[in-house]
């Protein structure tokens, strides 16, 4: 578990309970309802937990988070990315330590990074697209 003692603030979204909008929270955040918006730690300390029951629609953006529920977005965490049994992610994960237990579903790429910033985008270059054998260039015919 990634709980650190001295966390400030610990920030509860109950069951039975939706966020429309995002979200930007320091010390620990607890998803058990459901955000329908960006959710952003504030500091090197923040700890998303998302439970089976939660719902997340949109990107995740935090040092640390443990997910046992579904997210539909990205995740950008610079600390240790958790994903329990019941994992359900629908979007790219960039992670520096990622752990995945035997039944999570990634719907998405899994990309290592060293230097994540916090708040910042992540930009990545496409790869550039080769020429099937069967095309030919207009120079060609």
């Keep these: 578990m990634l709980r650190k003692k001295g966390h400030d603030a610990i920030t509860l979204v109950?069951?039975?309970?939706?966020?429309?909008?995002?979200m930007n929270f320091s010390g620990e955040l607890f998803v058990y309802g459901e955000v329908n918006?960006?959710?952003?730690?504030?500091?090197?300390?923040?700890?998303?937990?998302?439970?089976?029951?939660?719902i997340i629609r949109g990107e995740v953006r935090v040092t640390n988070v443990i997910v046992n529920g579904r997210i539909e977005g990205d995740i950008?965490?610079?600390?240790?990315?958790?994903?329990?049994?019941?994992?359900?992610?629908h979007g790219n994960v960039y992670y520096r330590l990622i752990e995945m237990q035997l039944?999570?579903?990634?719907?998405?790429?899994?990309l290592h990074t060293d230097d994540l910033p916090a708040n910042e985008p992540v930009i990545l270059a496409l790869p550039e697209r080769r020429a099937d054998k069967n095309e030919r260039s207009a120079s060609e015919t």
């Design 103 to 110: 039944g999570a579903r990634v719907e998405g790429q899994l």
């Design 37 to 54: 918006g960006n959710v952003v730690g504030k500091d090197d300390n923040a700890c998303l937990t998302l439970s089976e029951s939660g």
């Design 14 to 22: 109950a069951a039975n309970t939706e966020i429309v909008g995002d």
């Design 76 to 89: 950008f965490a610079k600390g240790k990315v958790e994903l329990a049994a019941k994992a359900n992610l």
